[in-house]
Nanobody, 115 residues
């Protein structure tokens, strides 16, 4: 069993930045998949950014060049740095870890981009 706790969400103006954090209850070293997802009202949950076990990263087209995913295996943390935020980035953001065939999700953190 793995517990994930997200933090760092909030209200920010367009063009602003936020850094989301995801604290894992176990080591994330060599975990095959760690990702950030988001779900806006009335929309399906979508993958925003991910790190695979061999260190590659991938991003949704809508956030490329603005968001950066990173991991700190020494402290069991995953981060999502979000810059140049847009109103369409407003959503609940979730951290997910996949171990073998099991997905573990956090409870989510709300990000609202509005003036």
């Amino acid at each position: 069993q793995v517990q994930l706790v997200e933090s760092g969400g909030g209200l920010v103006q367009p063009g602003g930045s936020l850094r989301l954090s995801c604290a894992a209850s176990r080591s994330i070293l060599n975990i095959p998949f760690v990702g950030w997802y988001r779900q806006a009202p009335g929309k399906q949950r979508e993958l925003v950014a991910a790190i695979t076990g061999w260190g590659s990263t991938n991003y949704a087209d809508s956030v490329k060049g603005r968001f950066t995913i990173s991991g700190d295996s020494a402290n069991n943390m995953v981060y999502l740095q979000m810059n140049s935020l847009k109103p369409e980035d407003t959503a609940v953001y979730y951290c997910k870890i996949t171990i073998v065939t099991t997905d573990y999700w956090g409870q989510g953190t709300q990000v609202t981009v509005s003036s």
